[in-house]
């Protein structure tokens, strides 16, 4: 009898945290995990980046030359530009929220289509750039995770 209830006992534990995984990552923001350069999702974001963002860093991603009224021109995010600098929660964060000219996309694009438009930005860089910005986009990521991040952990 006791084998058996610990058997239910280990069933319910392992089905438990399918479960809780499953809700997590319909849960969890999209915004915690890297951005993959995947082809299907970059697909997606190919519209949306015409639509919302070509305007401003151009249609080919090569950023504006020049800006109305001598304001910052938008950075180019193709492999000319320093976008693959940032981790992807950064970038995301400020597709999310705007900054300077630009306008925030919360209310405009889901978490979903923000990713799909930094996929579609990830395919314009060099391997080696995208290498570089996964390994940035990881480590953030890996300490969000840990609780280690530079707020000390701190929510």
Known sequence: MRFLLLVIFAATLILGAGVIRDVWSTLAPDETRPVPRDRALAARGRPLYRQHCADCHGPKLG??????????????????????????????????DGKGRMPAFGDTLDARQRRAVLAFIKRHWTSAQYQQQFVLSRAEWQERLDGTGADGGRP
């Open 63 to 96: 950023g504006e030359r020049q800006a109305p009224g001598g304001a910052r021109p938008a950075p180019p995010h193709d492999a000319a530009g320093s976008t693959y600098e940032k981790p992807d929660a950064g970038l995301l964060a400020l597709i999310r």
